[in-house]
């Protein structure tokens, strides 16, 4: 039985949504990859940046809260400068520990795809990390493969990372 608290997926900025999504995201990182506070900083930056920009008709924003805190969100950016017009790209797609093997990660992933297909992308692509089982899993069912992967030290210690495309057409 889960111990996870009552959520609603909010559509569109919420209060602390920006702090708490960093934060989800630099506590995960920091245990799965060992990231800091590049990272950390990098996500609170783009995020601030794409919640100030969004446009209904290509974007899309849902923060999943509970009890007065952002515990997961999904973005598809379609309005990021210098992307190819018919390509959209996922972003901050992450869960809490407490709401993760409920069903919750493939409805908001349907949702922002189901976004994309309205806004008439002919494509969707995100950047994940090798070592990811769940999202390696989630990613593939819902039709992902691997277009590009580099290995670097962006994050300040050896990562591989991976492009994943999904065709629309």
Do not use: C, N
Not at 144 to 159: K, S
């Amino acid at each position: 039985m889960s111990t996870a608290p009552a959520w609603r997926i909010a559509e569109g900025w919420e209060p602390g949504a920006i702090g708490d999504i960093a934060a989800l995201h630099a506590r995960h990182y920091a245990a799965s990859h060992g990231f800091g506070a590049v990272f950390e900083a990098k996500v609170a930056r783009e995020m601030g940046e794409f919640l100030t920009r969004l446009d209904p008709a290509r974007d899309l924003f849902r923060a999943v809260v509970a009890e007065e805190r952002v515990l997961g969100s999904i973005a598809l950016d379609g309005s990021e400068a210098g992307m190819p017009p018919d390509a959209a790209h996922l972003r901050w797609f992450i869960l809490d520990a407490a709401l993760r093997g409920e069903g919750l990660g493939r409805r908001l992933l349907a949702e922002a795809l189901a976004k994309a297909r309205a806004a008439g992308f002919a494509r969707v692509y995100l950047w994940t990390l090798k070592g990811l089982p769940a999202a390696e899993r989630l990613y593939a069912e819902a039709g992902f493969r691997m277009v590009e992967e580099l290995t670097g030290q962006q994050w300040g210690r050896p990562v591989t990372e991976r492009r994943l495309e999904l065709s629309l057409g």
